[in-house]
Structures are given as C-alpha cells and as structure tokens.
C-alpha cells in the first residue's frame, strides 16, 4: 500500500453490489476492508475478484448489528492507514404486507437498514472529521419513492436513508465530508432471484430501459460518488433504475 492510497470500508460485500462494489474500487486502487456476516465461501469469492483487481483487502467477519462491528471495521481501515470511504451497503430485506409481517422481519430492517448504518457512520466520522475530508455513501432503493404491496417497512427504512442522507451532507459538508446515496432499481442479483422468476417479463415492462440493471452499473455509480469527480456532489440520491421511478 503507497502512503497516498485510498482506504474504503465496503459492508455487504460477499456478494451482489457489495461484491461489484468492492471490485470496482480495488480497481480504482482503494485499500479495502471488506465486511461480511455468514457466507465464508461467497466473501473468499470476492477477495479473489478484488485481488485479481490489483487489491488485498482485509476482511471483518461480523454481523453489522453487533455492538462492536463499528469499532471492528473502523479499526481495520485504520491499520491501513486512514479511512477516506465508508459505503454503507448492506441490508436486510422482507416482503410481507404489513397485517402479516412478524416482529422479527421488523426488527431485522430496523436493526440492519437504520440502527447499523447510523452507528457505522458515526463511528467513521470521527476519523472523516479529524482529516477533514471524507465521503460516504448509502445504499437506499428505488421502493423508497416508488414502493409496491409488501414493501412497507423496507421502504419506509430505505425512506429513513436517503432523508438521514440528505441531513449528514448538511451537517458534515463544511469539514469536507460528502455524503450521498445511491438508490438501485431492479438490479439482477441473488436477492431478486425469485422476483424475476415470477414477474420477469413484468418487471422489465415497468423500466423505461426494458432491462434489468447489473450491479456492475450500480458498483459504477457509487465508484462515481466515493471519487474526486463528484468532489461537488452532496446530498444527492442517485437512482439506478433504468427509468423504473418515471416508467409506467
């Protein structure tokens, strides 16, 4: 690692966008540190991809919920080093009406989608704010403005990130931090695995484009915002939709 390389803490990144994410800032030439919760063999996956990339990142197996998974991944960046990134990506998902969700869907999202990333933020401030500089970028979705049945809680917690998106930018912005969200539409990885299977040909008669995104598109966009080329953009959400939040 060179003194002037870039550090960045990516979360959720054993697969999906987190893995896309990951790959394309290592490269960029980002040191990384990789969080992940279960799937050992996914994350060895994505090490591989960010090392074929020309990256080694160290990895914090921990669930993002844990009371010390901020101090764990933050120290990780910093025995890099510095921590100039934060993308806040992982999430939890559950697609039940609201009647019949349980406590324990509801408890995850809240737990995941907001309590994690607030503390996650927080704890990457404090380093953020003592170089003066920094950026940060959340993973909402486009359920947030275009919500379906089913999508109560987990809109409403992705509802919750872009507003404490927009909020952070205002707080931060004159220490030189950035903050911003990207908001994915439908994007073609495991998690959308069987809504494709069930309403695939419906699903892309709803995006202007007529496809679904890849989360190589969306790892571009969030590249996009971590980067010098966005030095002038905060407060922003992003959508990756190919045209869904405007579609029919």
Do not use: W
């Not at 870039?6 to 987190?18: D, E, K, P, Q």
């Amino acid at each position: 690692m060179t003194p002037a390389a870039r550090v960045a803490i990516v979360t959720g990144a054993s697969r999906g966008i987190g893995r896309a994410v990951a790959v394309r800032l290592a490269q960029e030439g980002t040191e990384l540190v990789l969080g992940h919760a279960r799937d050992a063999a996914a994350m060895d996956e994505t090490v591989a991809a960010c090392r074929a990339a020309g990256a080694d990142p160290a990895v914090v197996r921990i669930d993002v919920t844990a009371a010390d998974a901020p101090a764990a991944l933050v120290g990780a960046a910093l025995a890099r080093g510095r921590l100039d990134v934060l993308v806040n990506n992982a999430g939890a998902v559950a697609d039940d009406l609201l009647a019949v969700a349980t406590d324990a869907d509801l408890d995850r999202m809240l737990a995941v989608n907001i309590a994690a990333l607030t503390r996650l933020t927080r704890a990457a401030l404090r380093p953020m704010l003592r170089q003066r500089g920094g950026a940060i970028v959340n993973l909402s979705s486009v359920l947030a403005t275009r919500p379906g049945r089913g999508n109560a809680i987990y809109a409403g917690t992705k509802g919750f990130v872009e507003a404490f998106t927009r909020a952070l930018a205002v707080e931060v912005g004159g220490k030189g931090i950035r903050v911003n969200a990207v908001a994915p539409g439908i994007i073609a990885t495991g998690m959308t695995r069987a809504v494709q299977a069930l309403a695939g040909a419906a699903l892309r008669e709803r995006v202007a484009l007529r496809r679904l995104g890849t989360a190589a598109e969306v790892a571009a966009a969030v590249a996009f915002l971590c980067s010098a080329d966005a030095a002038y953009v905060s407060g922003a959400i992003l959508a990756v939709d190919g045209g869904f939040t405007g579609g029919p």
